[in-house]
């Protein structure tokens, strides 16, 4: 039974997160071309012919350097679910970048024809925790949901005791 109501929780976390992705129009969203994944919060795009290093908004993963568990499979799902993708699209905030001058965005990329947020997909599969510093962000709420479902269902990070902490990731 509790298998049951976990599987409805996601399919009804998965419905909302479809109809608030499908809220968002693509021809107000900045389209850049894809360059490379840095770590599983991290990519690099091309904007006007410059590199640029973006930061998913909201979005903690574990750190490759310190050899933090799951840093290198968080790497690996954004590399899997960015490797047909030419473009990504990046939907920006009221704070454009962080303190190492990364731009902050939301990334959305296509999936079957479907816009999908990056953002979300890391946090929902257990490759990142919620991590919010700034002032009204639009999608924390959509984002914590996704959070708690994953947390519940014990997925990736949430499945190593006491690596999730208030602070962050704690080395077992």
Same mark, same amino acid.
């Given at each position: 039974?509790?298998q049951?109501?976990? =599987?409805l929780?996601? /399919?009804?976390l998965s419905?909302?997160?479809?109809v608030?992705?499908? #809220?968002?129009n693509v021809? #107000?969203?900045?389209?850049?071309?894809?360059?490379?994944?840095?770590?599983?919060?991290?990519?690099l795009v091309?904007i006007?012919?410059k590199?640029?290093?973006? &930061?998913?908004?909201?979005?903690?993963?574990?750190?490759? &350097? %310190? $050899?933090y568990?799951?840093s290198?499979e +968080? #790497?690996?799902?954004?590399?899997?679910r960015?490797k047909? $993708?030419? *473009?990504? *699209?990046?939907?920006r $905030? =009221?704070?454009?970048r962080?303190? +190492?001058? &990364? /731009?902050?965005? *939301?990334?959305?990329?296509?999936d079957? &024809?479907k816009?999908?947020?990056?953002?979300?997909?890391?946090?929902?599969? %257990?490759?990142?925790?919620?991590?919010?510093t700034?002032?009204?962000p639009k *999608?924390?709420?959509?984002?914590?949901k996704?959070?708690?479902?994953?947390?519940?269902s014990g #997925?990736?990070?949430?499945?190593?005791? %006491?690596y999730v902490?208030? =602070? %962050?990731y704690k080395k077992?």
């Amino acid at each position: 039974m509790k298998q049951k109501i976990k =599987n409805l929780g996601i /399919i009804l976390l998965s419905c909302f997160m479809l109809v608030s992705c499908s #809220k968002v129009n693509v021809k #107000k969203l900045e389209k850049v071309s894809m360059s490379k994944v840095i770590d599983g919060d991290t990519i690099l795009v091309s904007i006007d012919g410059k590199n640029e290093a973006v &930061r998913m908004l909201l979005v903690d993963a574990p750190e490759i &350097r %310190g $050899d933090y568990p799951l840093s290198n499979e +968080a #790497k690996d799902f954004v590399k899997e679910r960015l490797k047909d $993708d030419e *473009y990504v *699209y990046l939907d920006r $905030d =009221n704070q454009e970048r962080d303190n +190492a001058g &990364r /731009i902050l965005a *939301y990334v959305y990329h296509y999936d079957n &024809r479907k816009l999908k947020m990056l953002n979300d997909e890391v946090i929902s599969n %257990g490759f990142g925790i919620v991590s919010n510093t700034y002032e009204n962000p639009k *999608y924390l709420k959509e984002l914590i949901k996704s959070q708690e479902l994953s947390k519940s269902s014990g #997925k990736n990070i949430w499945g190593i005791e %006491g690596y999730v902490n208030e =602070n %962050g990731y704690k080395k077992p």
